[in-house]
């Protein structure tokens, strides 16, 4: 008899929401930065 | 300033083909049977290790030539790249354990694997709190360039640190002189992800060498301050 499948899809939605957040933050601090410089 | 359009104009579509990754990768790829749904992480954890190692390559590199030719653009290019670097690590570093704890019962381990990725990750750290330190321009490109030239001898050490020592941290799968062992669905993920991975590396270090390049105009100008920044 095979294993069941483990039901651990928690992890990977927070894996792939918190890779979201960190790339998505740092495009955004990327563009404000650049905001701030060209305003000064 | 053409050079910040084209870097968000990247950035843009890439985040926008990330999104396309997390919908073949969520919804369009199989579930792996022993390690369960948790085993999707690999479509993000690995391709940001990938960026997260390369990056620190091409900072040394970059470094290597700095020290020889001292030309600005090369340190402005190391030091886009380090930034662009410590963020694919900590990438690396959240879903790393988040990955290890359905799999390994545990969230951290102090093994080869774990630990020299995050001395990588501290060693970026320590690069851009040096660059932001130190207020002579030639001096901070100097001081910094030694600092990533370590930090690329660093990086076969991290690669390599699965054969060398007992891990628990997984062989690679793709990255092998044999075939890879992933069936080509999810091969193919993989290789989207790391695609876009690139793209998003491209672009992150585009916008940000224009960054460092428009406030050393402004250095220049009077405008900037007293000439310490971020570099």
């Not at chain 2, 085993?39 to 960026?51: G, L």
């Not at chain 2, 990438?91 to 799999?103: A, N």
């Not at chain 2, 020299?116 to 851009?128: A, E, I, W």
Request: hydrophobic share 55%; charged share 15%.
């Amino acid at each position: 008899m095979q294993a069941p499948v483990p039901q651990n899809a928690g992890y990977m939605i927070a894996a792939y929401v918190i890779t979201g957040a960190i790339l998505l933050g740092y495009a955004l601090s990327l563009y404000l930065r650049a905001r701030r410089s060209l305003r000064s | 300033m053409r050079m910040l359009r084209a870097g968000r104009w990247i950035t843009g579509v890439a985040l926008l083909l990330l999104a396309g990754v997390y919908v073949r990768a969520l919804m369009y790829t199989p579930i792996e049977r022993m390690q369960g749904a948790a085993q999707k992480i690999f479509y993000v954890h690995v391709p940001a290790a990938i960026w997260a190692e390369t990056a620190m390559i091409l900072v040394g590199l970059a470094s290597v030539f700095y020290l020889f030719l001292k030309d600005p653009r090369l340190d402005r290019f190391a030091a886009a790249s380090a930034e662009v670097g410590t963020v694919f690590a900590g990438v690396v570093l959240t879903t790393g354990p988040i990955w290890g704890k359905p799999i390994w019962g545990t969230w951290w381990s102090w093994d080869a694997r774990l630990t020299l990725t995050l001395f990588l990750f501290l060693l970026y750290v320590g690069y851009l709190l040096l660059r932001s330190a130190v207020s002579d321009p030639a001096e901070r490109a100097r001081f910094a360039a030694v600092l990533g030239i370590c930090g690329m001898v660093l990086v076969p050490f991290i690669h390599f640190s699965v054969y060398m020592f007992r891990t628990l941290h997984p062989m690679p799968i793709v990255l092998k002189p044999s075939t890879p062992s992933l069936p080509p669905t999810m091969l193919a993920t993989w290789l989207m992800s790391v695609g876009v991975f690139t793209l998003l590396y491209v672009g992150f270090v585009v916008q940000r060498y224009a960054l460092s390049y428009l406030r050393e105009q402004l250095e220049l100008v009077g405008d900037g301050g007293s000439g310490k920044g971020e570099g």
